[in-house]
């Protein structure tokens, strides 16, 4: 049974009008080296692409999808072969998942983990058929009522050990799928008032919790990456897990820094008063930047809209940090992000992913001309240059003190400023993207 009423999708170039045709990714196409396919390792998020209906909190479900239909096992299977037809036909060469996307509890937490076993063979056997691969898996912490109050951070002991058995299998699953991360996004973790909250005891827990994960995944032979994803707030007021320099420090505190990277949203870095760009910068400057969760919020709104992303400007400085990064290793770029509930046909779905591809195809190009020509790098570097001699190049190397500091400042008080510059910058950033 086929699920979408289309063909596979064919790259026609920049002219085409075809709504089902990709205009820039082509994945053979090579670029710095690399074709785009290497570059952009595409994913596909299971849940808001075979899960997602529509639903919001003031109505149900507009999209009636025809593979989330019968009973629990069967209604897997269907999705694993909708998501599975989804990714050929795109030339998504990778996958997403949180075990419970996968597939439904069942009526204890034993019986879920024989679901998880059955439904996750069948899962292989697609993507021995196919060559699709996961790029992470995940365990959703945060759906059930039992997570109202967190995971690791709950107050209620019970709930602690539920979650590490919860990860322990969503970890085993993700190994036996040979996937290439495994990511912690904290759900719940964080508080809505300090009224009722020991802050200190639930950070200890949650570092607990993740030292015990990295133990597990040593002890199994576990490989893949673990990454943290930041998010600053929703469904919490405050999550711990605010931002990438937040969760570097929790993690520098617990000595935990050695074993995980960032899985960066580009919605939580907006949602966190940074741009897409501030957070995969501060990830990759401190050799942690790990995966990507591609997708756009609404800058009129205030709350996570997963939206897909087609701004070209956002994508394009997204792929320079990632071609500075020397690309994504073990990471990709995964579509974390919903159609509108008013684009409810299978089709649309095709067209938001084609559209989220095309921008990121058309940003790794433009980057990739950037960073070839050194167009905005040569004018940081010079902007830089009074530390390459002189007293510059002193404190550079950490070679000074206050009173010598102090000596220099007095010889040299009639201070000469440049110009930023940066009008000019964005204007040469323009006309690349115009090109
Ligand atoms: C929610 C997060 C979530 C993670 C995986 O806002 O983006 O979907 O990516 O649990
Ligand atoms: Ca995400
Ligand atoms: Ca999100």
């Known amino acids: 049974m086929e699920y979408f009423n289309f063909k596979k999708i064919n790259y026609e170039g920049k002219n085409s ?72 036909k795109l030339s998504i060469p990778y996958f997403c998942f949180h075990d419970r996307d996968i597939i439904a509890e069942g009526k204890n937490l034993a019986e879920t983990n024989e679901l998880l076993d059955i439904i996750s063979d069948y899962i292989l056997e697609k993507m021995q058929e196919t060559g699709i ?19 690791g951070t709950s107050c209620n002991a019970d709930v602690f050990a539920y979650a590490a058995a919860q990860i322990k299998k969503a970890i085993e699953i993700t190994k036996k799928l040979g996937g290439e991360n495994y990511v912690f996004w904290g759900g719940r973790e964080g508080y809505e008032t300090l009224l009722n909250t020991n802050t200190e005891l639930e950070l200890d827990n949650f570092a607990y919790l993740l030292k015990l994960a990295v133990d597990y995944a040593k002890k199994i032979g576990f490989t893949g990456q673990f990454l943290i994803e930041p998010k600053p707030k929703e469904p919490t007021k405050h999550q711990y897990d605010f931002d990438t320099q937040t969760v570097l420090s929790f ?25 897409f760009q501030h957070e995969l910068n501060l990830a990759r400057i401190n050799n942690v930047l790990g995966s990507i969760d591609a997708n756009q919020g ?14 070209v400007y956002d994508a394009t400085l997204a792929m320079y940090e990632v071609i500075k990064n020397g690309g994504l290793h073990k990471g990709g770029l995964n579509f974390d992000s919903k159609v509108r509930r ?31 020509d050194k167009a905005l790098e040569l004018f940081v570097e010079n902007r830089y240059s009074s530390y390459n001699s002189g007293i510059g190049l002193e404190i550079k190397n950490q070679n000074v003190d206050f009173e010598a500091l102090e000596q220099y400042a007095l010889a040299h008080d009639q201070i000469k400023n440049e110009s930023g510059k940066q009008e000019l910058l964005e204007t040469i950033l323009n006309q690349y993207i115009y090109k």
């Open 133 to 151: 691969k996961c790029l992470w898996g995940t365990a959703n912490c945060f759906n059930h009522k039992r997570y109202v109050h967190g995971a």
């Open 17 to 88: 009008t075809n709504p089902l045709a990709f205009k820039h990714y082509n994945e053979n196409e090579i670029v710095l080296g690399k074709s785009m396919k290497e570059h952009l390792r595409f994913a596909m998020s299971w849940w808001h692409t075979l899960c997602a209906e529509g639903a919001d909190q003031f109505g149900v479900g507009t999209a009636d999808r025809p593979w989330n239909k019968g009973d629990i096992i069967s209604a897997a299977k269907a999705k694993v072969d909708a998501g599975f037809e989804f990714m050929s």
């Open 251 to 275: 993690l520098r505190k617990y000595n935990l820094d050695a074993y995980f990277k960032m899985n960066i949203e580009a919605n939580h870095a907006t949602l966190a008063g940074h741009t």
């Open 298 to 311: 609404d800058m009129l709104l205030g709350w996570d809209t997963d939206q897909f992303p087609t701004n």
């Open 342 to 372: 008013g684009s409810f046909e299978e089709e649309d779905l095709a067209i938001a992913y084609i559209a989220g591809m095309d921008t990121f195809a058309k940003g790794l190009k433009v980057a990739a001309k950037l960073y070839e």
